[in-house]
């Protein structure tokens, strides 16, 4: 059983700059890539960024690249997504997720490629 524990969300202006953490427990963490997804009020859950379980390879939605940043740390069990210049529609509740590969290229971006979620944290970017 894999468990995570995402934090970081809050309340940001538009502008501003949140971190979030993603604590995984329960599988080889450094043997699987991990992702960050996003879900708005009505809308399908989709892709934010990927990081390859070497941690040599990313990969981001158009919506968000070059603004926000993954990276982790396999020692502490730690993904992170550093966001930066929000915008209110980057307004959603965050969750991380492993896939169901192990040792995969880093470059999933459906939903159904993960079997492991998060419970999310919210994010409200404000104008």
């Known amino acids: 059983q894999v468990h995570l524990v995402e934090s970081g969300g809050g309340l940001v202006q538009a502008g501003g700059s949140l971190r979030l953490s993603c604590t995984a427990s329960?599988?080889?963490?450094?043997?699987?890539?991990m992702g960050w997804f996003r879900q708005a009020p009505g809308k399908e859950r989709e892709f934010v960024a990927t990081i390859k379980w070497t941690g040599g390879s990313t990969d981001y939605a158009d919506s968000v690249k070059g603004r926000f940043t993954i990276s982790r740390n396999n020692a502490g069990n730690t993904v992170y997504l550093q966001m930066n210049n929000l915008k209110p529609e980057d307004t959603a509740v965050y969750y991380c997720?492993?896939?169901?590969?192990?040792?995969?290229?880093?470059?999933?971006?459906?939903?159904?490629?993960?079997?492991?979620w998060g419970q999310g944290t919210q994010v409200t970017v404000s104008s």
């Open positions: 997720a492993v896939p169901k590969v192990m040792y995969g290229s880093g470059s999933q971006r459906e939903t159904y490629e993960f079997d492991y």
């Open positions: 329960g599988r080889t963490f450094e043997r699987y890539s």
